[in-house]
């Protein structure tokens, strides 16, 4: 299988290239020479990948959404210091969006900036949460109040790493590569049409095609807003509902709420005259072949509280993306009040 690279452009002129295949074993060509490199990791994955991370200095935090927290930084900041790490230190986060996120931003303030890089172990981080520069932690239960735009030097996506990974989170990472179709590339959305989840599960060259084509989508809208300033929240969709979904409720993984966030958001599209219902029903219909949960259970009042209560809200509104059709997708500000009239009719 070829190694393939996509670079996306970054604000400073420069570019992050992720890199999709079989590239683990390469490591050494990605980091950079006679530096100090410091691997940002996590117990679980530490157990997987212990010799490949041992050659490293290293600082391994504990696993899980509720260490995503500033607490965690200062953490990291006094082991960095303890490490001896200067400004020619070179961070490698190895592991998924959780470990990812958090290097980003120790590295962006780390000594107001230090180089740095991933290896993306999650199919999630692969397809969407390393790539692309957004990075941070929570705050007072607010996913990722704190943090900055800063993309790293690399991603590499190896999909050998991925064999290790339990069968739930891949079809939670699935989800985000569904996403992307639906928002830019129709052909993806059609793969998912074509074949079973065994197939993505198994089928190593059908899963580097789906995850390049995802990370394409990614590249050409981080390349045309890398801050969010317009189409980058295209890359939101089926995320208000999703957000508000994982604050109801700790039993979705973020894929399996990303999914229902979409059969979500298809039906209002539908309901508001801009989405054929054939087309909601080819999403249901992969949603449910890929395994994915399509409902969350959650009656609408208080899923409607928990979407108010979104960062992505300003004031007495919040951008949703909405479908047209497949790849085809529109931004949206609505009032509360007008969305809760959709949504409740
Ligand atoms: N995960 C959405 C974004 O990177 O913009």
Not at 258 to 268: E, F, R, S, T
């Amino acid at each position: 299988m070829m190694n393939q690279t996509i670079e996306v452009r970054r604000e400073d002129g420069g570019t992050s290239q992720v890199v999709i295949g079989q590239v683990i074993d390469r490591l050494e060509n990605y980091v950079p020479n006679g530096k100090k490199i410091v691997v940002i990791t996590d117990t679980n994955v530490y157990k997987c990948y212990r010799i490949m991370i041992d050659r490293f200095e290293k600082i391994i935090i504990e696993p899980g959404e509720e260490h995503k927290t500033l607490d965690t930084m200062g953490q990291i900041y006094s082991q960095l210091i303890a490490l001896g790490a200067d400004r020619e230190t070179f961070l490698l986060g190895f592991g998924g969006g959780i470990v990812t996120d958090i290097t980003g931003f120790a590295a962006s303030t780390y000594m107001r900036g230090v180089r740095f890089g991933f290896v993306a172990t999650t199919l999630l981080a692969q397809v969407d949460a390393s790539v692309g520069g957004k990075n941070g932690v929570n705050r007072d239960g607010y996913k990722n109040m704190v943090g900055t735009f800063n993309q790293p030097e690399f991603v590499l996506c190896d999909l050998s790493v991925l064999k290790t990974l339990p069968e739930r989170e891949f079809r939670a990472g699935l989800s985000e590569i569904f996403k992307a179709g639906l928002i830019r590339d129709a052909g993806l959305f059609e793969l998912f049409e074509k074949h079973t989840f065994d197939d993505f599960y198994q089928d190593e060259n059908l899963l580097h095609q789906a995850i390049t084509r995802a990370v394409k989508v990614k590249k050409a809208i981080v390349d045309a807003d890398e801050k969010e300033h317009g189409q980058r929240k295209l890359l939101n969709l089926g995320h208000t509902m999703a957000h508000a979904i994982e604050k109801s409720t700790r039993r979705f993984e973020h894929g399996e709420a990303v999914a229902i966030g979409l059969v979500m958001i298809a039906g209002l599209s539908v309901k508001m005259g801009l989405l054929p219902a054939g087309v909601r029903d080819r999403i249901v219909r992969v949603v449910g072949n890929m395994g994915l949960p399509a409902d969350s259970g959650i009656p609408m009042d208080p899923l409607f509280e928990a979407l108010k209560s979104d960062k992505k809200k300003d004031a007495d509104s919040v951008s949703l993306i909405l479908l047209r059709d497949v790849a085809d997708c529109e931004i949206r500000k609505m009032n509360f009040e007008e969305l809760k009239q959709w949504l409740f009719v």
